[in-house]
């Protein structure tokens, strides 16, 4: 297994509860998609994962490592094997679509030689190589996620979090978003998405957990969304 | 923590950067007044001790001994004297030389002499010391052979020095210490200015995997920029000022025994440059390193 979670409980210094004896197993090269209400836990089970939050009981394992325990300077390299990406990009405005992706390999130290292949590569990746020099106000919304993900996936790391990636998107933008998602995915990496979007997950037709309350009150291997949710009813053709 | 020259190409483009972005006239201002003020400490604290060796070098025990011995009783005394651990010589000064110098100190009181009539002066020997340390102690061990009526060196005087150079460099290291935090509070107030407008790639660079120590480097290197610009200011000031003090001094009271020479000078101003940088890079790291723990 890749990734497991013993028990694990995250209490917030203000005493809200982000997960409650969460035990799970993620194995290499899956799909998961995480769904569930606002406050569900979703984020927090992403967080723990980049160490962005440390739980508060169990243990979060990446590769048999328990990564609750990683001294402080060991957090960089974990995070160079677990990238995630958001709704709402974090792009760098005032750098190009290939600096915004070069950035994430010059700043972990890649050799300078090394960057500009690599770059192109998760560019054309995510379908953008000729958008290499455009900046990122001119381009749309789907454009600008998959630069995103292209710097998030740019040093080949062993797991992707995509924390609601679509939630800005409209419905066909966020197919091709999802699209980039599953190529990355079928490369080996895993992908673990939280989403509120029923139409992908009911879809794809991927491994769904979901989560309510903290507490993980369903894991389908091959699951659909159920519950209340953004369902526009547009599948893919 | 090793950095490669391509990385730290990047680092110093990017401190630059921000230092040329964020420096202000104000604070490189303020930062070169705290170093000028300690650099004339510096200078007041190298001056007393140059003052101090001076006199030190200079101290004599005049030894009086008794009128009725011969000149055989004189030279075994002499002798007696010389045989004393850390004496480096001794003179013979006669009464009728004593009294010459005297007459020649006194200079226009010197008819106090006539009033007097005869020599009060006994004969003396002059002894010089290798180490003004041992002075006391020499003096004490002279004063208690036969036929010695009295020594004297200065008692005191240089105790009162030594004090006086001490109590000023406590205080001189109370003011460096005030003064060197203000200064890395400036520097660290202009990178905490670097932090904010550039926040948002701050967090990038933690999300994709950045080293704490890869951020903090362009921070480290913009203090140490402003450092040196403060400081570079503050110590050309401080050397011109100087040799310009010495230079109108030197003619007016040239005894007194200040640093005339320009290289004790010089190199307190570099050291004030590179402790100006040293704080610089300080500031930006600590200021920086605060910021990535929030």
């Given at each position: 297994?890749l990734?497991?979670f013993?028990?694990?409980?995250?209490?917030?210094?203000?005493g809200?509860?982000?997960?409650?004896?969460?035990?799970?197993?993620?194995?290499?090269?899956?799909?998961?998609?995480?769904?569930?209400?606002?406050?569900?836990g979703?984020?927090?089970?992403?967080?723990?994962?980049?160490?962005?939050?440390?739980?508060?009981?169990?243990?979060v394992?990446?590769?048999?490592?328990?990564?609750?325990?990683?001294?402080?300077g060991?957090?960089?390299?974990?995070?160079?094997?677990?990238?995630?990406?958001?709704?709402?990009?974090?792009?760098?405005?005032?750098?190009?679509?290939?600096?915004?992706?070069?950035?994430?390999?010059?700043?972990?130290e890649?050799?300078?030689?090394?960057?500009?292949?690599?770059?192109?590569?998760?560019?054309?990746?995510?379908?953008?190589?000729?958008?290499?020099?455009?900046?990122?106000?001119?381009?749309?919304?789907?454009?600008?996620?998959?630069?995103?993900?292209?710097?998030?996936?740019?040093?080949?790391?062993?797991?992707?979090?995509?924390d609601?990636p679509?939630?800005?998107?409209?419905?066909?933008?966020?197919?091709?978003v999802?699209?980039?998602?599953?190529?990355?995915?079928?490369?080996?990496?895993?992908?673990?998405?939280?989403?509120?979007?029923?139409?992908?997950?009911?879809?794809?037709?991927?491994?769904?957990?979901?989560?309510?309350?903290?507490?993980i009150?369903?894991?389908?291997?091959?699951?659909?969304?159920?519950?209340?949710?953004?369902?526009?009813?547009?599948?893919?053709? | 923590?090793?950095?490669?020259?391509?990385?730290?190409?990047?680092?110093?483009?990017?401190g630059?950067?921000s230092?040329?972005?964020?420096?202000?006239?104000?604070?490189?201002?303020?930062?070169?007044?705290?170093?000028?003020?300690?650099?004339?400490?510096?200078?007041?604290?190298m001056?007393?001790?140059?003052?101090?060796?001076?006199?030190?070098?200079?101290?004599?025990?005049?030894v009086y001994?008794?009128?009725?011995?011969?000149?055989?009783g004189?030279?075994a005394?002499?002798?007696?004297?010389?045989?004393?651990?850390?004496?480096?010589?001794?003179?013979?000064?006669?009464?009728?030389?004593?009294?010459?110098?005297?007459?020649?100190?006194?200079?226009?009181?010197a008819?106090?002499?006539?009033?007097?009539g005869?020599?009060?002066?006994?004969?003396?020997?002059?002894?010089r010391?290798?180490?003004a340390?041992?002075?006391g102690?020499?003096?004490?061990?002279?004063s208690?052979l036969?036929?010695i009526?009295?020594?004297?060196?200065?008692?005191?005087?240089?105790?009162?020095?030594?004090?006086?150079?001490?109590?000023?460099?406590?205080?001189?290291?109370?003011?460096?210490v005030?003064?060197?935090?203000?200064?890395?509070?400036i520097?660290?107030?202009?990178?905490?200015?670097s932090?904010?407008?550039?926040?948002?790639?701050?967090?990038?660079?933690?999300?994709?995997?950045?080293?704490?120590?890869?951020?903090?480097?362009?921070?480290?290197?913009?203090?140490?920029?402003?450092?040196?610009?403060g400081?570079?200011?503050?110590?050309?000031?401080?050397?011109?000022?100087?040799?310009?003090?010495?230079?109108?001094l030197g003619p007016?009271?040239?005894?007194?025994p200040?640093?005339?020479?320009?290289?004790?000078?010089?190199?307190?101003?570099?050291?004030?440059?590179?402790?100006?940088?040293?704080?610089?890079?300080?500031?930006?790291?600590?200021?920086?390193?605060?910021?990535?723990?929030?």
């Amino acid at each position: 297994m890749l990734i497991r979670f013993y028990n694990v409980t995250k209490v917030y210094p203000s005493g809200a509860t982000g997960l409650v004896s969460v035990n799970t197993a993620i194995r290499k090269g899956e799909f998961l998609f995480l769904v569930g209400p606002s406050g569900a836990g979703k984020t927090t089970f992403l967080k723990l994962l980049t160490r962005e939050i440390v739980s508060t009981r169990g243990q979060v394992l990446l590769n048999g490592r328990n990564i609750t325990r990683l001294r402080p300077g060991e957090v960089p390299y974990l995070r160079r094997m677990v990238r995630m990406i958001f709704q709402d990009y974090k792009l760098l405005p005032n750098k190009t679509v290939y600096d915004n992706v070069a950035f994430a390999l010059m700043v972990t130290e890649k050799p300078r030689r090394r960057i500009r292949p690599l770059a192109n590569e998760a560019l054309k990746l995510v379908g953008l190589e000729s958008k290499a020099e455009a900046y990122p106000d001119e381009l749309s919304g789907g454009e600008q996620q998959r630069v995103s993900i292209a710097r998030a996936i740019v040093g080949d790391p062993t797991v992707l979090l995509a924390d609601e990636p679509t939630g800005n998107l409209d419905m066909e933008t966020s197919w091709d978003v999802m699209e980039v998602l599953l190529r990355v995915n079928r490369r080996g990496t895993t992908v673990i998405m939280s989403t509120h979007n029923a139409a992908i997950v009911d879809g794809l037709r991927q491994r769904v957990i979901e989560l309510d309350s903290g507490r993980i009150v369903r894991d389908d291997e091959k699951g659909v969304y159920e519950g209340e949710a953004e369902y526009n009813g547009i599948l893919p053709g | 923590m090793r950095v490669r020259l391509s990385i730290m190409g990047y680092f110093l483009a990017e401190g630059w950067e921000s230092a040329k972005r964020n420096v202000s006239l104000i604070s490189l201002g303020t930062m070169a007044v705290s170093i000028f003020v300690l650099g004339v400490f510096a200078l007041i604290l190298m001056n007393l001790s140059n003052v101090n060796n001076h006199l030190r070098s200079s101290i004599e025990i005049r030894v009086y001994v008794e009128d009725n011995l011969t000149r055989q009783g004189l030279e075994a005394l002499k002798q007696q004297i010389e045989g004393i651990d850390g004496v480096d010589g001794v003179t013979y000064v006669s009464k009728d030389e004593g009294l010459n110098r005297l007459v020649k100190q006194l200079g226009e009181k010197a008819g106090l002499v006539d009033i007097l009539g005869e020599n009060p002066l006994p004969d003396a020997f002059d002894v010089r010391v290798f180490n003004a340390d041992s002075t006391g102690d020499i003096a004490s061990r002279i004063s208690d052979l036969p036929h010695i009526i009295g020594v004297n060196y200065g008692q005191g005087f240089t105790e009162k020095l030594l004090a006086t150079t001490r109590f000023i460099a406590i205080a001189a290291l109370a003011l460096a210490v005030i003064l060197l935090g203000a200064t890395v509070f400036i520097v660290g107030n202009t990178v905490r200015l670097s932090l904010h407008s550039r926040a948002q790639e701050i967090e990038v660079m933690k999300l994709v995997g950045a080293t704490d120590w890869f951020i903090m480097w362009p921070f480290m290197i913009e203090g140490m920029i402003l450092g040196f610009m403060g400081s570079s200011i503050s110590g050309v000031l401080l050397y011109a000022g100087y040799r310009v003090c010495i230079g109108r001094l030197g003619p007016v009271a040239p005894f007194l025994p200040v640093i005339a020479e320009a290289a004790p000078v010089a190199r307190l101003c570099v050291s004030l440059v590179i402790l100006g940088v040293l704080m610089g890079v300080l500031a930006g790291g600590v200021f920086t390193k605060k910021h990535l723990e929030i």
